[in-house]
């Protein structure tokens, strides 16, 4: 066996140069970061000490709203209805009748309203205008053979029970066959209805027109 063989190898001892070395650059970069830490330090603190006394205030939550009240609508009124107004037809006349003497009858005269009767002294017939039912008018013949014709206004005494009881011209017709001739039928076949004074039937005066006209036969 050789000598070589047999030799036990040997460490290397460390180079103190490259070890001073790397010791300068760590105590450099020691100093370098103490250096940038610290002003940073006391800034940090502050940070946090103005962090600590921040105070945190509670916002109350809003006030519960509550919803309005529902509001029952309630249909409105029907409108009251209108009475309807039915007018009152209008009295029709019947045709005058013609007699067996070929006289025309007079239409028949609607009667007139009764107005309130003032009461005279005593007895005496009152005047009033008197609603009246008319027998169909005779032209006497010789009248109508001469075409005579007029109006003549009659002033008829009424009885309580609404007879005529008396009969007198007040305004002729312009003949006296006329004039007699309405005298006559008024006195016997008209009828009227009595005057009354605090509801009891009085007699009184009343005034009847009687017309003879050749162009109503």
């Known amino acids: ?11 290397a001892h460390p180079d103190a140069a490259r070890i001073a070395a790397l010791s300068a650059a760590i105590a450099v970069n020691l100093v370098a970061l103490l250096a940038v830490l610290r002003p ?34 309630k249909p409105a009124p029907k409108p009251m209805p ?13 045709p005058p009748t013609i007699t067996d003497e070929g006289n025309t009858a007079a239409p028949p005269v609607p009667p ?19 609603a009246y039912r008319a027998v169909p008018l005779k032209y006497p013949p010789a009248a109508l053979r001469a075409h005579m014709e007029g109006t003549v206004i009659l002033k008829v005494l ?16 312009g003949y006296a066959l006329l004039d007699r001739s309405a005298r006559d039928q008024v006195l016997r076949g008209w009828r009227f209805q009595p005057a009354t004074v605090s509801g009891q039937a009085v007699r009184a005066w009343a005034r009847v027109p009687v017309s003879f006209n050749v162009n109503q036969l």
Do not use: C, F, Y
């Open 40 to 73: 940073m330090a006391p800034q940090l603190m502050q940070q946090m000490q103005h962090i600590s006394e921040m105070t945190i205030h509670w916002i109350p939550a809003p006030p519960k709203v509550e919803p309005p009240p529902d509001i029952e609508l």
């Open 112 to 130: 007139a309203a009764t107005p309130a009767i003032e009461p005279n002294v005593g007895t005496a017939p009152v005047e009033a205008t008197l």
């Open 158 to 173: 009424v009885d309580e029970q609404g007879v005529p009881q008396e009969v007198t011209v007040e305004q002729s017709s």
């Open 1 to 11: 066996m050789s000598s070589a063989s047999l030799a036990v190898p040997r460490h």
């Open 82 to 94: 209108v009475p309807r107004t039915h007018a009152q037809p209008k009295p029709v006349s019947p």
